[in-house]
């Protein structure tokens, strides 16, 4: 026997049962941006190595450890990537298209797949899907603002309750590499109280050793210097002004210090929703301003702030919540035909009935009356229509109402009009 495949680890398929769930999100999601005015980005799924690990930053795990790089057929050939996130990629396009010259502000969205090399768990795949939107243009804390609404406003009305808005400031590169010295010799004096791995990690990303969930690295940290007591005068009332305007919205949202997130091109405003009900992988999504990216990258020097949620763990989030609607693929008319001329016959109705926008379906397998009935069942018909050759040759055909049980015969000119003015009916 041939050999069967599987799915890789960390990427599953989504059949169609499934897929209502994600269209119900993704539908949600496109209406909030569709009322918050951004427009729809589709980026490549591959980009040149080279963004990323100058985008995202070397020392990152995302960039170290996680990504899908190979070498293309050119010559020399070049090293490629699948992308392990969309915001270098949307920053490249950003400059690719020199859209700065034409607007002050961009205001995008994407939806799509990104890829790491992670330990798949719940919610932790190889192959995730991100929602993500990215607010090109301006520096001013009310952008900050909008673009934490948008989380808040996508997260309830996806009917998530149960989760934590966590804040901090990252600061301007140079209060975070002052920042850095006096973190570093904290935990320098601390080092035999640290998991291995935040050893490891002082040297590359000291932040990072914040981030850890480990037992004794919180302990360690516990009393480690804080960035908000590190930022310049600007830099904490950009701060105090973002808070304020979440205040004004009635907003819950802790300022977490330890909230360092592992992305490098951070600047100031930093920010994750943790969804409670979910397990270890409990970031539902988080972002922030990356003012120096797009220069770096090779574009005017411009601020710009956005975030990335995990579509995954919002549907995992959701479901926890018991928010994600009832759904089938309900069908409004099954076509009954028994006999050689009326199996035809149930071909042509079938389908002047889904030239006039309703779903419909016939058989397809030469099946009995009973299992047809069955089948009709089985895909929620609410009508099922029922002719034989002789009620053909009559010209006429049965019309049952599955849900009211009433059955009328029908003249097969009449049948469409009877079934229209039926559905509108209710
Ligand atoms: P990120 O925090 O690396 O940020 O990823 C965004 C979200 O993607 C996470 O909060 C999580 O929900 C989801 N996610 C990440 N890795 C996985 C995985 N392996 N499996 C399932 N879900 C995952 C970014 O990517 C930034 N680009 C966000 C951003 C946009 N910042 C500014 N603009």
Redesign the pocket.
């Known amino acids: 026997m041939a050999s069967r495949y599987q799915s890789l680890k ?1 990427f599953r398929d989504t059949l169609p049962e499934e897929s209502l769930r994600w269209q119900w999100l993704e539908g949600i999601i496109r209406d909030q941006m569709r009322r918050y005015g951004y427009g729809e980005l589709r980026l490549p799924l591959v980009e040149s190595t080279e963004l990323f690990s100058r985008g ?1 930053g070397e020392g990152t795990d ?1 960039v170290s450890k ?1 990504m899908y790089s190979f070498l293309d057929k050119s010559d020399p050939p070049e090293s490629l990537t699948l992308r ?5 990629g ?1 920053v490249r396009a950003w400059i690719e298209h020199e859209i700065g010259k034409n607007q002050g502000l961009t205001k995008w969205y994407y939806v799509g797949p ?1 890829f ?1 090399y ?1 330990q ?1 768990q719940s ?8 929602f ?3 607010l090109i243009g301006s520096p001013l804390p009310e952008a900050d603002a909008e ?1 934490i609404l948008a989380g808040v406003g996508l997260i309830e009305s996806l009917g998530i309750r149960n989760y934590r808005l966590r804040l901090n400031s990252l600061g301007m590169p140079e209060e975070r590499a002052a920042y850095r010295v006096a973190l570093l010799e904290f935990l320098n004096a601390r080092r035999s109280q640290l998991s291995q791995e935040s050893i490891r990690r002082m040297e590359s990303n000291p932040l990072r050793v914040l981030d850890s969930k480990k037992e004794e690295d919180v302990a360690a940290t516990a009393d480690a210097p804080k960035i908000l007591d590190f930022l310049a005068d600007e830099s904490r009332a950009h701060f105090n002004r973002v808070r304020g305007l979440l205040d004004d919205a009635g907003v819950q949202y802790v300022v977490d210090h330890k909230l360092v ?3 490098d ?2 600047t100031r405003t930093a920010f ?2 943790q969804g409670l009900d979910l397990g270890a ?1 409990d ?8 003012d120096g990216l797009i220069e770096q990258l090779g574009g005017p020097a411009t601020p ?11 549907l995992l989030a959701a479901e926890a919540a018991g928010a994600i609607p009832n759904q089938s693929a309900a069908l409004d008319v099954f076509v009954v035909g028994l006999g050689d001329s009326a199996r035809a016959w149930a071909v042509q109705t079938t389908r002047l009935i889904r030239q006039a926008g309703l779903a419909a379906d016939c058989d397809l397998l030469g099946r009995s009356m009973k299992a047809q009935m069955r089948e009709a069942n089985r895909r929620n018909a609410r009508h099922v229509v029922i002719a034989g050759d002789n009620e053909l040759a009559a010209g006429k055909a049965q019309l049952k109402d599955m849900q009211g049980h009433a059955q009328q015969e029908v003249e097969l000119g009449d049948l469409l009009n009877v079934i229209q003015s039926r559905e509108e009916g209710g």
């Not at 970031?283 to 990356?290: E, I």
């Open positions: 960390g995202v995302v996680e392990p996130e969309l915001t270098a949307a990104a790491r992670e798949p919610g932790r795949y190889r192959q995730f899907t991100t993500g939107i990215e673009v997130r592992g992305l091109y951070y994750e929703f992988q970031a539902l999504g988080g972002g922030g301003r990356y710009a702030i956005g975030f990335g949620f995990g579509i995954d763990r919002l």
